[in-house]
């Protein structure tokens, strides 16, 4: 059974930073894709990044390009997403998922593991 741990979540003031990480308990975790999501209260789950499994093709949300970073160290089974310059809009609960494809794909269907979500809260 497929298990992803997000942690790093936090109140932050707005223009601060965060880095989220996600372990994941997967032996074949560097053949397969991973992506962040992001759900804020009352608004569907919404794709923020993802990256490809060797970690050479990355992609973003419009809103969160140039601001946030996704990366991966497989040697680990931990992917990351390091978030500068926060804005209150980016208050949401964060997830990361895991896709079957090695390459990247930013409809959530394509995710078939979960994590539990880490809360992100940027002040004004």
């Known amino acids: 059974q497929v298990q992803l741990a997000e942690t790093g979540g936090d109140l932050v003031q707005a223009g601060g930073s965060l880095r989220l990480s996600c372990v994941a308990s997967?032996?074949?975790?560097?053949?397969?894709?991973m992506g962040w999501f992001r759900q804020a209260p009352g608004r569907e789950r919404a794709f923020v990044a993802a990256?490809?499994?060797?970690?050479?093709?990355?992609y973003y949300q419009e809103s969160v390009k140039g601001r946030f970073t996704i990366s991966r160290d497989n040697a680990k089974n931990t992917v990351y997403l390091q978030m500068n310059i926060l804005k209150p809009e980016d208050t949401a609960v964060y997830y990361c998922?895991?896709?079957?494809?090695?390459?990247?794909?930013?409809?959530?269907?394509?995710?078939?593991?979960w994590g539990q979500g880490t809360r992100v809260t940027v002040s004004s």
């Open positions: 998922a895991a896709t079957t494809f090695s390459s990247i794909t930013i409809r959530p269907g394509d995710y078939y593991a």
């Open positions: 990256i490809s499994s060797n970690g050479g093709t990355t």
């Open positions: 997967l032996r074949t975790f560097s053949t397969k894709a």
